[in-house]
């Protein structure tokens, strides 16, 4: 199983940018899947995350500015986020929970893509 990530860049704050998150491999379901994110000299943070049910968790710090929706058919989790600041600069990671691919039922994440904000 591999996760793929895609959509960071530079913007101005106040701008936008969206992420992607594909999965990929022998897959037979996956429960959540969500994006995180680590700031230079933070812990990795939880920004979003959609389950299967629907329902949808996000950060006080980013509530009202990013949307995260998924495709299940493209196993695919999209973030979108608006109004951009400079404290939303980290590297986002995308994450897969309780995937179920045989033989095992694990989490996994995608290898980080940078976000930066300049004000």
């Known amino acids: 199983v591999q996760l793929q990530a895609s959509g960071g860049g530079l913007v101005q704050a106040g701008e936008s940018l969206r992420l992607s998150c594909a999965a990929s491999g022998s897959i037979i379901s996956i429960n959540s899947m969500g994006w995180y994110r680590q700031a230079p000299g933070k812990q990795r943070e939880l920004v979003a995350v959609?389950?299967?049910?629907?329902?949808?968790t996000y950060a006080d710090a980013v509530k009202g500015r990013f949307t995260i929706s998924r495709d299940n058919a493209k196993k695919t989790v999209y973030l979108q986020m608006n109004d951009l600041k400079p404290e939303d600069t980290a590297v986002y990671y995308c994450?897969?929970?309780?995937?179920?691919?045989?033989?095992?039922?694990?989490?996994?994440w995608g290898q980080g893509t940078l976000v930066t904000v300049s004000s």
């Open positions: 959609t389950t299967n049910g629907g329902s949808t």
């Open positions: 994450n897969a929970g309780r995937v179920t691919a045989w033989p095992t039922t694990r989490d996994y």
